[in-house]
């Protein structure tokens, strides 16, 4: 046997704490043992009773700070609904905006890149017509050197009747000498006439032609840049049409959350 504790039976026995089993408590005070008056089968009830209170009341607790967060989250339901539906509805909005600044963006691109395509098409008719009218003056110009040529050509043959007629001691001015020179002076100026002629109409075709494709320019520059003022058009009006829209599917949205803020909100002030 050892001070404070007993072993009867092969049992531990504790050292003079009753264990709750009687068998065990009974070997112990009949070996000399004294148990301490202060633990007993009454006092572990007791302890058993006050957890079991204890942990009913925390489960009590526990349930009322539950049902108070739900409580507060039901009477909350409705303005965070109602929060949502104005968030949703700026949302609405916002795209609505957003997506008429893109069809703006769209139509300025459309009159911007419509302007440069008119720019160059005028540009380039502005060139085709220069060249036009250099290459009518040239053809004119080649007229005019004909007729010149034909000029010179005429010169030299009157020059070689005159020649003859003086050689001949025949005066050159008179009789077939003369009939001879006249003949060559007609023939030669209705040449240079239809040369003068040819060079003239050379000239007006060049003005003409370089002149429609000019003219021909400036419209299609201006049916080009209709066609674009359309289209910006239709896209503006697009865009218009996307805030309108948006802007009611926003109401709609903010109409069906009031409707639903006022069907499940509860008066805070009313009791109970």
Known sequence: MGEGFTFTDGAFLGENVQSGIS???????NAGGVLDTSFT????????????????????????????LQTGLNAAAPYLQLATAITAAGAQKTAAIYQQGLYEVQAVDTLRLAQIRTDQDQKYAAIQ?????????????????????????????????????????????????ASIQAANVGATYRDVGMSDLNALTARILGFEDAGAMI??????????MSAAEAQASQLRMAGQFA??????????????????????????????
């Open 129 to 177: 017509a220069g060249r036009k009218l250099l290459s009518a003056e040239r053809q004119a110009l080649n007229y005019t050197i004909q007729g010149n040529t034909l000029l010179r050509g005429m010169e030299r043959s009157n020059a070689a009747v005159r020649a003859r007629a003086a050689a001949n001691g025949i005066v050159y001015n008179e009789g077939s000498a």
């Open 215 to 224: 003219l021909a320019s400036k419209e299609q520059a201006e049916l080009t």
């Open 41 to 68: 089968s009454t006092d572990w009830a007791s302890i058993i009773s006050s957890g079991s209170k204890f942990l009913t009341t925390a489960g009590n607790y526990a349930s009322t700070g539950f049902n108070a």
């Open 23 to 29: 068998s065990w408590d009974t070997a112990f005070t």
């Open 243 to 272: 805030v309108d829209s948006g802007g009611l599917l926003s109401g709609a949205t903010l109409l069906q959350g009031g409707l639903n803020f006022a069907q499940t909100v509860r008066n805070p002030f009313t009791p109970g």
